[in-house]
């Protein structure tokens, strides 16, 4: 009789396992979580200090044009720090790239998807893959020596700027916006083809209007996520676009993107010292940024959820 | 065989295979940290000499490993005025970095490098004055013909602000004029690459790096070569320093001595592209002060 109560009373080993199981995610998800906290934390501490312990003024950062930290400015006695060339670099690559590669991105998900399945799926989808598997110094390297030239064939000058840095980004976040359009057009339920079918839709009429209608919300997913991936691009952007702190004129003229200057001059200065507490800040500005990004497909999310 | 026992076995063999991994991670551990470590940190310039250095001297030194990392002039006088590394690697004098307390540290030339306007081949350009190279690089003179080359606009290249090379540059090669805003680049050897195909571009780069894919115009009538840089008639040329916060440690100091001993500055510094602070026949203070030795 002991026996068994003892036995009834005990854990039993798989609830043992259980909470051992437990355990292991949420210690997992809270290291996760403190790294993130930890990363804000400390890139704000840096990036707001230009502010606060350097005493630049917000406005002047962000819509001043002139980009020099270690020159003062004799008139106001202030280091030249705007930063709206850049930003307006980044996000004059990011839009473009999203605008090329959008149509090309459906295009070939609407091959995979609903014109031709099985080679579609046979030959685009490793190609896809690929293109995702290739590292960003590799695509940079490309962009130096066969876009720039091209560019500088095309238009005169030097073939660095915002088009080389756009068409290197092109085909960099093809294949994100790509497979997530993949999977979004996957996710049409089949009885909406074939209800479109069967009261007469050719099959150009059933795509246009009613799979692309209905999986609009995950297509702009894919188009933000893409573009987040534009945004925080460093490498191969940098290493096509000219790296000059100047608003930009035109598009084959040389200019520069967040990334760009962050990682060209991170090395050159002083930690503590005004020249990097500003470098911190453009960074705190690509964390603000990604963060808008995700706030943004998720709120894409939670309108467009398929009904 | 059941699924349980399966996922046991499975679940041993990664355990044994993590443990397996750590034990041979930490038998073949870099044992230096028992001996000797001196880590260098800074200049990209400077960089390949000290590892080479680095490697002969801990041939001839068992037990002592240089630990060698690029990171930049900046990174290299922040880190060592921290006390982070025992080196501090920079292309310029302590005194002209901004946020750094350059009495704390004691510099140690151990190289000279010449630096010298880079250009490409079809600007038909040979010589530049001083005065030509300001106006260029400021934006006063926009096309290669103003200054007596082919019809072709100019397109300058600029490392980016605040590297050694460029620092220099301006300060012996423009008098201290600072270079309008234009493209900038990372490396060296990526100035000359993008020198070499751009129509029309100048920059500049360290005297290692002028081949025959550009041309290396005379500047003021003065050809950029080491024989120029010794004899003090060709003015845009930097020391190499090395800091240590304080006086170095035995170890160290032993090290600089190497790095500066006959052996070295005689086979690795010219054979790197550097020129030998043995061979200058004038040194310069941190005020630009030359006096002949």
Do not use: C
């Amino acid at each position: 009789m002991d026996n068994i109560t003892k036995k009834l009373m005990q854990k039993s080993e798989s609830t043992h396992k259980d909470t051992i199981g437990r355990a292991v995610s949420l210690t997992a998800l809270a290291l996760i979580g403190i790294v993130v906290v930890a990363i804000f934390a400390f890139v704000l501490s840096r990036g707001l200090s230009t502010f606060f312990r350097d005493g630049v003024s917000v406005k002047d950062f962000l819509f001043g044009t002139t980009w020099n930290p270690s020159v003062t400015n004799p008139e106001t006695n202030q280091p030249y720090i705007g930063a709206l060339p850049m930003i307006i670099g980044s996000f004059l690559v990011t839009f473009l790239a999203a605008i090329v590669a959008t149509p090309f991105a459906i295009g070939t998900s609407l091959l995979m998807t609903e014109i031709a399945q099985k080679r579609g799926a046979k030959i685009m989808q490793p190609i896809i893959e690929l293109l995702v598997g290739i590292p960003s110094v590799v695509y940079g390297f490309i962009g130096l020596t066969v876009v720039v030239p091209f560019i500088r064939n095309i238009t005169g000058g030097s073939g660095f700027g915002i088009l080389s840095g756009t068409i290197v980004l092109f085909v960099m976040i093809l294949p994100t916006i790509t497979s997530m359009t993949v999977d979004t057009l996957k996710s049409v339920p089949r009885y909406y083809r074939e209800s479109a079918l069967a009261i007469g839709a050719t099959r150009w009429q059933m795509i246009y209007k009613v799979i692309l209608r209905s999986a609009t919300p995950g297509i702009m997913t894919a188009i933000v996520f893409g573009m987040a991936r534009a945004f925080g691009e460093a490498l191969a952007v940098q290493m096509v676009i000219g790296n000059a702190a100047l608003m930009p004129t035109g598009l084959a003229t040389p200019a520069s993107t967040l990334t760009s200057v962050l990682t060209m001059g991170i090395g050159n200065t002083v930690m503590g010292s005004l020249q990097n507490d500003v470098l911190w800040t453009l960074a705190m500005i690509l964390l603000l940024m990604s963060l808008v990004f995700n706030l943004i497909v998720r709120a894409i999310g939670r309108r467009g959820a398929m009904k | 065989m059941s699924k349980s026992y399966r996922g046991s076995i499975v679940f041993t063999i990664a355990a044994v295979a993590v443990v397996a991994a750590l034990g041979t991670a930490y038998a073949m551990r870099d044992k230096s940290a028992s001996n000797t470590s001196i880590t260098a940190v800074g200049s990209t310039a400077l960089q390949p000499l000290v590892e080479a250095a680095g490697e002969e001297y801990a041939k001839d030194n068992l037990g002592t490993f240089i630990n060698v990392q690029g990171g930049g002039t900046g990174t290299g006088l922040s880190q060592v005025s921290q006390g982070a590394v025992d080196i501090g690697n920079s292309d310029v004098f302590a005194e002209e970095k901004d946020g750094i307390d350059a009495k704390a540290l004691i510099d140690h030339q151990v190289a000279v490098v010449g630096i010298a306007p880079l250009l490409n081949k079809h600007n038909g350009v040979k010589n530049l004055t001083t005065k030509q190279l300001i106006s260029i690089f400021t934006g006063k003179v926009t096309n290669w013909k103003e200054v007596g080359g082919n019809d072709q606009k100019i397109v300058i290249i600029n490392r980016a602000a605040g590297s050694g090379t460029r620092a220099t540059f301006e300060q012996w090669g423009l008098n201290g004029a600072q270079s309008t805003e234009a493209q900038e680049q990372d490396s060296s050897g990526m100035v000359r690459s993008i020198v070499s195909t751009t129509p029309g571009a100048i920059s500049y780069a360290a005297f290692g790096y002028i081949d025959a894919s550009v041309v290396a115009p005379k500047v003021n009538g003065v050809k950029p070569t080491k024989q120029n840089v010794v004899s003090g008639k060709y003015a845009i040329w930097s020391y190499e320093h090395v800091y240590t916060k304080g006086k170095p440690s035995e170890p160290v100091a032993k090290f600089l001595n190497y790095l500066t001993s006959e052996k070295v500055q005689s086979t690795l510094v010219s054979k790197l592209g550097y020129i030998s602070i043995h061979d200058m026949k004038i040194s310069r203070d941190v005020n630009g002060q030359v006096t002949r030795k």
